[in-house]
């Protein structure tokens, strides 16, 4: 199983430190697709991952119209955001390509991950907050199909 790793986001203050994506045991049934469990499993720490270092960056730059990436907190929750996309696109698109994986599942695995991949070059290029939620919320609409036919096949995403 491929695993996630991103660098921690480093603070002067440990409690001050952001939390990080957390682990959640959840229930798989009996005749669960063994493929899909193991895909939608790997799917699911790539959301949890992607969408928290994103998510950071995302509310770094909501309050500016023309954000300033020479800040600090910007620049860097910027790299650490487009590193997580494109980690989490690399695992997604692995996941989408385990054997025998049904295409109902493999299909918007694969569209999450080329817009994981868009998303990350938008914020590489500073595009527009406009742009990159544009491309977000296509991203949301794919995980949300994963999570859909994960489900329907006995396990979670």
Aim: net charge negative; with cysteine; aromatic share 6%.
């Amino acid at each position: 199983m491929a695993a996630l790793t991103l660098a921690p986001l480093a603070t002067a203050d440990p409690e001050d430190a952001p939390g990080g994506p957390v682990a959640v045991e959840s229930q798989t049934s009996a005749d669960a697709d063994p493929a899909a469990v193991a895909a939608c499993g790997q799917f699911a720490e790539v959301l949890d991952a992607t969408s928290h270092y994103y998510g950071d960056f995302a509310e770094e730059i909501e309050s500016y119209s023309n954000p300033d990436y020479s800040d600090p907190a910007i620049s860097s929750s910027n790299q650490v955001g487009r590193t997580a996309l494109r980690q989490g696109a690399s695992v997604a698109m692995s996941s989408a390509n385990t054997p025998g994986l049904s295409p109902d599942i493999a299909a918007p695995m694969r569209s999450w991950s080329w817009g994981a991949t868009k998303l990350l070059v938008k914020m590489a290029v500073r595009t527009s907050g406009d742009a990159m939620n544009t491309t977000a919320t296509e991203m949301n609409t794919d995980a949300g199909n994963v999570q859909t036919a994960c489900a329907a096949a006995g396990t979670h995403a």
